[in-house]
């Protein structure tokens, strides 16, 4: 029977490795060519624009269909995050989930898929850029795939909010080393990883800071006209990849921005299937471009409503309240 899941019982049962492992299922189901996964659409009226992406896996029985409305002005962030998903040999519904939550997770264990696959196995300093609901998570996600990992420097538009950021992550991973600041020019030239998850509109910081081989995670940059990356990050990057080339052709900021084709960056499901090796060379500066999949939403969300059945978490509704119209009151256009 249908379950409702909210985001409390999607903290309880979706840690950081299981949000990693459900995501490199999502880049080794497309990489198989076992699912499909239909870009983010957008449409606009009255100063309300929603959102709304979906993917299909028939291996995992399931059909998704993510949806959200962004309702105030200056701002991406949307109101509230649903995520339908239905059974792929039935049609029935299996579960609405509050999406807020997974959301975060999964965008933070595609970093930390891509970073294992094209970052230095020695990487031990992350910079993070950002402030916001998303950057704690990058870092926790990090933490799952960089075993030699022992410091974090967070950068911020405010030393305050940079500071905030800081001790909250210091509370979380009391074994890294954690500091902040507002000063770039500090930050990224020690950093083997680069995490960049804003809501700016122009670029961070000089391309020229990054030291050889530091490997750059783009989070923050989902639309045309905003980069957070300038043109210098790409002249000196080895390897650009993307999560899917059909999407970042219509958002990927961070290249359309700066006059660059994002037919000519690397689909990550090629790295992750090992058709295309993330790094050749330890000098090698590597840039990977996230912008989110609803194929990604689809697999977490499987395991969360696997896991919160077996643990009878959330609630359920009764199939009776759920029954069909009679096939001759249905409409032709339902």
Not at 37 to 63: Q, Y
Not at 107 to 126: G, H, I, K, L, Q
Not at 165 to 194: F, I, K, M, N, Y
Not at 216 to 235: I, K, P, Q
Request: charged share 20%.
């Amino acid at each position: 029977m249908p379950r409702i899941i909210d985001d409390a019982v999607v903290g309880r049962v979706l840690p950081p490795a299981a949000a990693v492992a459900a995501v490199e299922t999502a880049f080794d189901l497309l990489a198989a060519g076992a699912a499909q996964d239909r870009p983010r659409e957008r449409s606009s009226a009255g100063g309300v624009t929603l959102n709304v992406m979906s993917a299909i896996a028939p291996t995992l029985d399931a059909v998704a269909v993510k949806s959200y409305p962004v309702v105030r002005s200056g701002t991406n962030r949307a109101s509230v995050i649903t995520i339908l998903v239905y059974g792929h040999r039935t049609g029935e519904l299996r579960a609405l989930l509050q999406g807020d939550l997974l959301g975060r997770s999964r965008t933070a264990a595609a970093s930390a898929v891509a970073t294992r696959a094209m970052a230095r196995p020695d990487s031990s300093t992350v910079c993070v850029f950002g402030t916001g609901f998303q950057a704690p998570a990058q870092v926790t996600a990090l933490a799952e795939v960089l075993p030699k990992l022992d410091t974090v420097l967070v950068v911020g538009r405010t030393a305050e909010r940079a500071e905030a950021t800081a001790r909250a992550l210091r509370d979380a991973h009391p074994r890294l080393r954690v500091e902040s600041g507002t000063s770039p020019e500090r930050a990224v030239p020690q950093a083997d990883v680069v995490v960049t998850a804003t809501g700016a509109s122009e670029p961070l910081f000089d391309g020229a800071l990054l030291r050889p081989g530091t490997h750059v995670n783009a989070v923050g940059s989902n639309a045309a006209g905003r980069r957070e990356l300038d043109a210098t990050v790409f002249r000196r990057a080895a390897h650009v990849v993307v999560d899917s080339v059909e999407v970042a052709r219509t958002e990927c900021g961070d290249l359309l921005a700066n006059g660059l084709d994002p037919a000519e960056a690397t689909a990550f499901a090629s790295v992750q299937a090992g058709r295309v090796p993330g790094r050749t060379h330890p000098d090698d500066i590597t840039v990977y471009e996230s912008h989110g999949l609803a194929l990604q939403d689809l697999v977490c969300a499987v395991r969360v409503i696997d896991a919160a059945a077996a643990a009878d978490l959330g609630t359920t509704v009764h199939p009776e309240s759920w029954a069909p119209l009679p096939t001759d009151v249905r409409g032709a256009n339902e």
